[in-house]
């Protein structure tokens, strides 16, 4: 039995394993607020034992597996997750309090992550380089070894998809750390993977608290890669502990992305995807959309209409599949709240705000989606990531002044640009300074295939796509004196 339905261990060289400590932590629904799971809290004897099992593996039958068959493993995995879409939803849903539809959407993606990793494993090429007479030069692209994936709560199978398929396609052998908040699907993804045909030791994972597990990841010297996706802070204690043993990082750490609408835009398809970027797992998203800069002649226009759907929402339990479902804890309504009094403070004005649905339980980790018009740019509000379903606005008066208020934050991942002026569209797509630029669209957490990642504080490297192939290989260059 690879997992009980209450109680959840560590799953390392293919077997559930506890904690050596015999400590576990309780699992809250956040539609709730009670506890209905618990999970092994697992330490850096926990973590020690799983980097044992990933290095077993990587120097024995998984480091001989194939490029074709690691794809062939990762496809078969593919149909696994697509077979057991509502089981894993619904897990995830009770877990972080994820609407259903959106707990469905993460295990579909997840199956397509692993579906295009599986097709990407053997075209994975080097190269040959023109060197001096009598040479032969070429590249080799090889794993890391073992990578250590630290995955966040907001998505944590889209994350865990877009990190561990990668690097297993490319040959490494992998320990995730999931959060202490979203553990669940993780675990049943991996007895999956077990039941596919994954050797032993391919995939670990250990669960428990950041400052713990994470921390004791990150410091290992058996992880030869780490890719972390979580705040700032965590971020540049996990490059520091990485940079310990000289192990290189993957960092996607958020953002404060902004959405640019000028006065020619397409107002109708801009305006359901405006609240979506926002409201999509109640703002929980790295990239949500979460400032909107207006052109002046269309601001007011436009407020109206943001309000008035913003006005037409509603958030509740999971399980109703609402616009909305909880935060995923307390800390984090907390700090939602903390955001909202500053805003009050600073005398802004709350335009709009949608419901909580009178039966949603009053221990639930409840937000209404809030819109906030005439943000300053000095505001908070507008420099730095809520996490919650808050959208700033803002209006501006040339294309100038728009760039520098998009670019004026400590962040860069995600920018959209919303004109229908062509040369205005690739002007802003060379100039904002972030990751991914959405013309008249925006991707909030999608994009299997689009390389992703930010610049600043937003962090660095790619993941997603081809690119995170690279990220997950190193390049050997070999050069053959042959005369
Ligand atoms: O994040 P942490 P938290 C942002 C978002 C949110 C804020 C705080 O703004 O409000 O971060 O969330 C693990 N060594 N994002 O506190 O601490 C932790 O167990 C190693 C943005 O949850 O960054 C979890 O697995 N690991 C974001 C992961 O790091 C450690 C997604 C993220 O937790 C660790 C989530 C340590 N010392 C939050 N401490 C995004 N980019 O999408 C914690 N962890």
Not at 299 to 313: D, I, T
Not at 330 to 344: E, I
């Amino acid at each position: 039995m690879l997992h009980n339905p209450m109680r959840f261990v560590h799953f390392i060289g293919n077997e559930s394993v506890p904690s050596r400590s015999g400590e576990s932590l309780p699992v809250v629904d956040p539609s709730s607020g009670t506890v209905f799971a618990q999970i092994a809290r697992g330490d850096a004897g926990d973590v020690d034992r799983a980097v044992g099992a990933a290095r077993a593996a990587y120097a024995g039958i998984w480091g001989r597996v194939s490029a074709v068959d690691r794809g062939r493993l990762l496809r078969r995995w593919a149909d696994a997750v697509e077979a057991h879409v509502e089981e894993l939803a619904l897990l995830e849903s009770q877990d972080t309090g994820k609407p259903l539809k959106q707990a469905r959407a993460d295990a579909v993606a997840l199956a397509r992550y692993f579906e295009f990793y599986a097709g990407a494993a053997d075209k994975l090429h080097g190269t040959t380089i023109p060197y001096q007479d009598g040479y032969t030069v070429l590249t080799l692209r090889e794993p890391h070894g073992v990578t250590g994936h630290i995955v966040p709560w907001n998505y944590p199978m889209q994350i865990f998809g877009r990190s561990v398929g990668a690097a297993l396609a490319a040959g490494n052998a992998c320990v995730v750390k999931p959060a202490e908040d979203a553990c669940l699907s993780l675990l049943r993804v991996a007895s999956l993977a077990a039941a596919v045909g994954f050797p032993a030791g391919a995939l670990n994972i250990v669960t428990g608290l950041g400052p713990e597990a994470g921390q004791a990841l990150a410091e290992h010297p058996g992880i030869d890669h780490i890719s972390f996706t979580g705040s700032t802070e965590t971020g540049k204690r996990v490059a520091i502990a990485a940079a310990g043993h000289h192990c290189p990082v993957t960092l996607e750490l958020g953002g404060k992305s902004p959405q640019l609408v000028f006065a020619d835009a397409d107002v109708d398809a801009a305006l359901p995807v405006l609240v979506n970027a926002i409201v999509q797992n109640c703002g929980q998203t790295c990239s949500a959309g979460s400032r909107v800069l207006v052109e002046r002649a269309l601001y007011e226009p436009l407020l109206e209409r943001l309000a008035a759907r913003f006005a037409a929402l509603r958030a509740g339990p999971a399980s109703m599949d609402l616009d909305l479902g909880p935060l995923v804890n307390r800390k984090q309504q907390q700090r939602v709240w903390d955001f909202l009094s500053d805003a009050q403070a600073g005398g802004i004005e709350l335009m709009a705000q949608g419901e909580i649905v009178d039966d949603a339980p009053g221990d639930g980790f409840y937000q209404a989606p809030v819109l906030l018009r005439d943000v300053p740019s000095g505001h908070r509000l507008w420099q730095e990531e809520v996490f919650g379903p808050v959208l700033a606005l803002q209006p501006f008066d040339d294309e100038d002044e728009a760039l520098a208020s998009a670019n004026g934050t400590q962040y860069g991942l995600v920018a959209g640009v919303w004109t229908r002026d062509g040369a205005r569209q690739m002007r802003l797509a060379r100039r904002l300074h972030c990751g991914q630029v959405f013309i008249n669209n925006y991707g909030a957490g999608g994009g299997v295939e689009l390389p992703f990642g930010g610049v600043k504080a937003s962090g660095h490297g790619r993941e997603k796509g081809f690119e995170a192939l690279y990220a997950f290989t190193t390049l050997k260059t070999v050069a053959i004196r042959h005369g």
